[in-house]
């Protein structure tokens, strides 16, 4: 059965699923494409001036030859009402959608100073380092008073990392991310800025691995392997000359890829060796690890990831956190590509921490500037998330339209 079948506006009835045939910015409505819900609609899109339009029967609840809806048509003065509200409501929601994106530009900035910031400081760590954490201290406290003071805050998908900065970018997201948990879980002040700092420092160790063999396409030798697994332990050593940095943050750097059950590196702790620092790093970490993947191993989407931190790591991970995780990202994170219930591909670009069952998304609509997609609202329009995919399933006209990332980072920011 055809997706499309032209059929005459007269035929048009409740519960058809159409594809108006005309400019988005020619029709009141959000998108393009939608199942007819009321009589309003019909006489909307009879007074658009158009003869025919598409219906796709596979998304439709009736057929054309279904018997016809006897309702009475809208009065013109009430219909041209009706046009203009959903006019000014698709006008607010490209004025929201604008201003989502200055706020996202805005937060790339910030997160930018943060990723030079870090650059910095790790600079400075061999030479100057009690300059170098000063100035963690001074940026953790920065972001712990933006965490506190906001009650209202949204998370954001930020732009992606250059090749030389993936280091950077993963420290700040985990962080930003452990800091954030940390606020939602109830923990101090004082707290929420030691695993900020902990974070902060967790992977400098790796700067000491030969880039050859953390970039390697093919799979490590067992003494590589064992190489890498030291780094939590090369990053103590960095500190070292760090007399000022915080002796109870240590421990969380070391233990980042440590598993509750003595699985993990470099030690083999077990549960009661690892502090809620240690256990809380070592979600976020593990989270970002497999959102980005590396060279060997192939990036997972964000709602896969969640789902197997849920899954299969069940004796390796604190699920407290990690439940609270998936509680404060949603079920579709930031950076997820999602295909909608009406047949739309979007991404989502992001979450309010208090609304997270309606993330902020951009869909793809190829009679839409992408300068002038709104940001929809998924529970007014009647439209479900129908699942994820990964970006490469994407066509390239939709891939290049809605520009998913390569690697996931997050920050926060007020609402």
């Given amino acids: ?48 001036g158009v003869k025919n339009v598409f219906y796709d029967p596979q998304r439709s609840d009736v057929t054309v030859d279904d018997a016809a ?36 530009k805005k937060t790339e900035k910030q997160f930018q100073r943060s990723v030079s910031m870090m650059r910095s400081m790790v600079s400075k760590i061999a030479g100057r ?21 906001e009650d ?43 695993v900020g700092i902990g974070a902060l420092f967790h992977d400098v160790g790796k700067l000491k691995i030969p880039s050859n063999i953390l970039n390697k396409i093919v799979p490590l030798s067992t003494p590589e392997e064992n190489l890498i697994k030291q780094h939590p332990l090369m990053s103590i050593n960095f500190l070292k000359l760090a007399d000022s940095f915080p002796e109870q943050a240590k421990p969380m750097i070391a233990n980042h890829h440590e598993y509750l059950d003595g699985s993990g590196s470099p030690q ?21 690890n497999l959102c980005n993947g590396n060279q060997l191993v192939k990036a997972k ?12 790591y069940h004796k390796k991970l604190n699920q407290e956190y990690v439940q609270k995780l998936i509680k404060m990202l949603g079920i579709y994170p930031p950076g997820s590509v999602i295909e909608l219930s009406n047949g ?27 300068a002038q997609a709104p940001i929809v609202e998924l529970e007014k329009e009647g439209v479900s998330i129908v699942r994820s995919l990964p970006a490469a399933a994407l066509p390239e006209k939709i891939h290049k339209y809605l520009s998913p990332r390569d690697r996931i980072s997050y920050s926060f920011a007020k609402t």
């Fill in 1 to 48: 059965m055809k997706n499309n079948v032209k059929i005459a506006v007269s035929e048009l009835k409740v519960g058809i699923f159409v594809n108006l045939p005309i400019s988005w910015k020619d029709h009141p409505f959000i998108f393009s494409k939608f199942k007819i819900n009321s009589q309003t609609q019909i006489e909307l899109i009879k007074s658009l």
């Fill in 69 to 104: 809806d006897e309702s009475e048509p809208q009065p013109v003065d009430s219909l041209e009402n009706v046009k203009q509200q959903m006019q000014d409501y698709k006008s607010e929601r490209i004025e929201q959608q604008q201003k989502l994106k200055r706020n996202i």
């Fill in 129 to 149: 380092p009690l300059n170098a954490v000063n100035d963690a201290k001074d940026l953790i406290s920065n972001l712990t008073n933006m965490l506190l003071d």
């Fill in 152 to 194: 209202n805050l949204s998370l954001h998908l930020m732009a992606d990392a250059p090749p030389a900065d993936v280091l950077y970018h993963h420290s700040l997201n985990v962080s930003m991310m452990c800091m954030l948990m940390a606020k939602e879980l109830g923990w101090e002040r004082e707290e929420i800025e030691l």
């Fill in 268 to 288: 083999g702790l077990e549960q009661d060796k690892l502090d809620k620092f240690s256990q809380l790093i070592a979600v976020i970490n593990q989270y970002d």
């Fill in 301 to 312: 989407t964000p709602s896969v990831a969640l789902g197997l931190l849920y899954k299969n």
């Fill in 344 to 370: 739309q591909f979007a991404m989502v670009m992001s979450v309010n921490i208090k609304n997270i069952l309606y993330p902020s998304i951009i869909s793809y609509d190829p009679l839409v500037p992408v």
